[in-house]
């Protein structure tokens, strides 16, 4: 079993190893009963991580194309049926259309080899068992009691926040969360929004009635001053790790805002994006932790474990939870009981507190291979590397008089697919020319080193 990983093109090597032992199987090149090689010996030969591999076979267990004898390895199912040799595999029509860059710093998505089958598929099985009745009831409006009594220790413990899990709202993604909070605060509501800033946050509240207005941020995050006399609601900021900036909120500026938020009666909605891939220093404590009762503290599980995991969660102040309770209580779940209480596990036997370290520890090391490559590229003398100490991104900013637009065109002409800093403005731009956004969860390094040439080239031109 000896597969030539040059070929998995964009795909994760997980899922190219998942591919092809499975078409081996179904096209009989793998026999019923035949023993697989055992994990080790299988990434030593392909040059891999024994996590890879363990990825791909977890992946073949829970679809029944292979099984597992304890002490012995895994070995080919029957899964009975006769198939044609050399099937090809089926491509979904979206991914046949999917744009192929060499390198793209657009995708934040995270590693899929990093995603822990084998333990994720473990502690399903062990849900199904220990929870058969429970998941195929219809979950309480605001989340499984579990999942919010878990969440609420992960946050005491990594957060500093000390929640009564009983205003913890569990919902299908932060967009679901967004509408609920606009019907909380009442459609007549106004919301401020980050400038520059993630544009699909204003258009979800616009779409749901809210009119939004924009703030301006500079370099240690939203201008208060220019909130003051605004007459909004609530302010939608991300203040341990603005997107796209970088910037973090210094403790002064954060003081100012909690005390605009008491002063006019409003809210502060704190989005802590990307805030456990912190590389330096402690954790930056939340907003939540100064004054709870003016802030909705919210984050996401997306983006630390897997996009496809639609679950998010909120904390409303009490008096925003009585009106929930009163108003909105009726409401169902959006999140399937089975996923709520998997995650509740995961949480409570401790896996996704070592899943967390063991992204982090990664990512940390990743980054540092990418600046590297930065650093030894000849485009380094003409760059500024800047906000590189938390997230999965930072700005590269050229110290060129360019034109940025005419640059980003040069670049994806050689597929190389980026974005600036001043396409997330909504009004004046002018302080944000010249810097590029690098995300670089998804980017092979070698790629980064042929990208980095091309970038330099189109400097030069």
């Known amino acids: 079993m000896l597969y030539d990983l040059e070929k998995r093109g964009s795909h994760p090597i997980y899922e190219y190893l998942y591919h092809c032992i499975k078409n081996d199987i179904l096209t009989g090149k793998i026999e019923p009963g035949e023993k697989l090689p055992s994990k080790r010996e299988f990434a030593k030969s392909h040059g891999i991580s ?47 259309k999917r744009k192929k860059w060499l390198v793209d710093f657009k995708s934040n998505h995270i590693l899929y080899d990093s995603f822990p089958f084998s333990t994720w598929s473990k502690v399903m099985r062990q849900t199904l068992l220990d929870q058969e009745n429970s998941f195929l009831e219809s979950p309480e409006s605001q989340g499984v009691a579990p999942l919010r009594q ?23 993604g932060t967009e679901y ?31 749901n009635g809210i009119r939004c207005i924009r703030i301006p941020v500079d370099r240690n995050g939203l201008k208060v001053e220019a909130l003051k006399g605004s007459n909004a609601s609530a302010v939608h900021l991300s203040p341990s790790h603005h997107f ?16 605009w938020a008491r ?29 709870e009762e003016r802030v909705i503290y919210m984050n996401t599980f997306s983006k630390t474990l897997a996009p496809s995991i639609r679950i998010a ?18 409401y169902s779940s959006t999140v399937t009981g089975f996923e709520q209480y998997t995650l509740a596990n995961f949480i409570r036997l401790g896996y996704y507190e070592r899943h967390i370290n063991r992204m982090r520890n990664y990512y940390r090391e990743y980054r540092n291979h990418i600046l590297t490559a930065i650093k030894e590229s000849p485009i380094f003398d003409k760059v500024t590397i800047e906000e590189e100490n938390a997230g999965l991104h930072f700005i590269l900013k050229i110290n060129r008089d360019i034109d940025d637009e005419q640059y980003v065109e040069k670049l994806k002409n050689n597929n190389i697919n980026i974005s600036t800093v001043a396409e997330y403005c909504y009004n004046d731009n002018e302080n944000f020319k010249h810097q590029f956004i690098i995300n670089y969860s998804a980017v092979q390094e070698e790629d980064l080193k042929k990208a980095l040439e091309i970038m330099n080239r189109a400097l030069e031109d």
Do not use: W
Not at 191 to 206: L, M, R, S
Not at 263 to 291: H, M, Q, V, W
């Open 50 to 96: 024994v996590i890879t591999v363990e990825n791909a076979y977890a992946q073949l267990v829970t679809e029944g194309y292979i099984f597992a004898k304890e002490k012995r390895g895994y070995f080919a199912g029957d899964i009975g049926g006769k198939y044609i040799q050399g099937k090809k595999k089926r491509i979904p029509v979206a991914e046949k």
């Open 150 to 172: 878990y969440i609420s220790m992960h946050l005491e413990k990594y957060r500093g926040l000390s929640i009564d899990p009983n205003n913890i709202i569990v919902g299908a």
């Open 177 to 207: 969360l967004y509408g609920l909070i606009v019907q909380i605060l009442g459609h007549s509501s106004m919301i401020a929004v980050e400038d520059p800033g993630h544009k699909k946050i204003g258009k979800v509240y616009e779409s």
């Open 244 to 259: 796209p900036t970088g910037c973090v909120v210094p403790v002064a500026r954060r003081h100012m805002l909690i005390q």
């Open 263 to 291: 002063d006019n009666d409003s809210y502060i909605i704190e989005d802590d994006y990307d805030s456990e891939f912190r590389f330096s220093g402690k954790p930056i404590p939340t907003l939540a932790s100064i004054d």
């Open 313 to 330: 969660y909120m904390i409303l102040p009490e008096k925003l939870m009585k009106v929930f309770r009163e108003k909105f209580d009726f």
